[in-house]
C-alpha cells in the first residue's frame, strides 16, 4: 500500500520568510503528486499536481513544487510568505494504475505571524 | 470552484442513529468519492463510485455504506452511527479517472456522535 509522509505538522513563520514543506510518498512506480491547501473553514483547493515532465512544478498563488524521484520527496515552496497563506497544506499521492483515489499525507498547519 | 454542494453541512446526532450525506455535483463527472478527515490523519478514502450503480470500499469502509443511482448524486450512509463516526466528512468528484485526472472537493460536513 501507498503512504505519504509530511514530517513538518506545524510551522510558524514570519511574514515574508520562506517556506518549504516536505512530503515523501512510498510507491516506486509512476505516481501523480498533488498538493492541496485548506482555509480554515473551507474545503480543500488544489495548489498544484505534478503528472510528467518537468519535474518543478508551478501552481497558484506563488507557490511551486519539485519532484524528485530519486529521493521520493515532492516538498512544497514558496521564496516568500504572506499572513494569508495560514492554512492547512496537504500532500497527495496517486499511483499511475489502479485506482483512482488520492492517499493524503496527515497535513501540515502554517500559521503566518504578521 | 466546481459545482459540488454536500448536506447537511453539519449534524448533530446520537449513538445508535442511521445517518445520511448526500453529496450532488453538477459537473457530470463519472467518478465521486467520500473521505473523512481527522485530526493527524488527513483525509482518508471511504468509498468511491466510477458510475451509477458501481461503487467500492476504500480504507475505511467499515460501518459506512454508499448509494449512487444517478450520476450526480453520491449518498454516504451510517447505518448505527457511533463516537468514532465523528468526523468531517468531504465529498470529491473527478472527470475520467484518466492519469490527468484531479479531484475535486465538496464543502463539507461536520458530523458529530454524541
Known amino acids: 500500500a501507498q503512504s505519504v509522509s509530511q514530517h513538518n505538522h506545524h510551522v510558524i513563520l514570519s511574514e515574508a520568510a520562506s517556506l518549504e514543506l516536505g512530503c515523501n510518498y512510498s510507491?516506486?512506480?509512476?505516481?501523480?503528486l498533488f498538493w492541496y491547501v485548506q482555509y480554515p473553514g473551507q474545503h480543500l483547493q488544489l495548489l498544484l499536481k505534478y503528472f510528467s515532465g518537468d519535474p518543478l512544478v508551478k501552481g497558484i498563488k506563488g507557490f511551486e513544487a519539485e519532484f524528485i524521484k530519486s529521493k521520493f520527496s515532492f516538498n512544497l515552496r514558496k521564496p516568500s510568505v504572506q499572513w494569508s497563506d495560514t492554512a492547512e497544506y496537504f500532500c497527495a499521492s496517486r499511483r499511475g494504475t489502479g485506482r483512482r483515489a488520492l492517499t493524503f499525507g496527515s497535513g501540515t498547519r502554517l500559521q503566518v505571524q504578521p | 470552484d466546481a459545482g459540488i454542494t454536500q448536506s447537511p453541512r453539519h449534524k448533530v446526532t446520537e449513538t445508535g442513529t442511521p445517518v445520511t450525506l448526500r453529496c450532488h455535483q453538477t459537473e457530470n463527472h463519472r467518478y465521486m468519492y467520500w473521505y473523512r478527515q481527522d485530526p493527524g490523519h488527513g483525509l482518508r478514502l471511504i468509498h468511491y463510485?466510477?458510475?451509477?450503480?458501481?461503487?467500492d470500499k476504500g480504507e475505511v469502509s467499515d460501518g459506512y455504506s454508499v448509494s449512487r443511482s444517478k450520476t450526480e448524486d453520491f449518498l454516504l450512509t451510517l447505518e448505527s452511527a457511533t463516537s468514532s463516526q465523528t468526523s468531517v466528512y468531504f465529498c470529491a468528484i473527478s472527470e475520467s479517472g484518466a492519469l490527468s485526472d484531479t479531484q475535486y472537493f465538496g464543502p463539507g460536513t461536520r458530523l458529530t456522535v454524541l
Open positions: 463510485s466510477y458510475g451509477v450503480k458501481d461503487t
Open positions: 510507491y516506486g512506480g509512476t505516481v501523480n
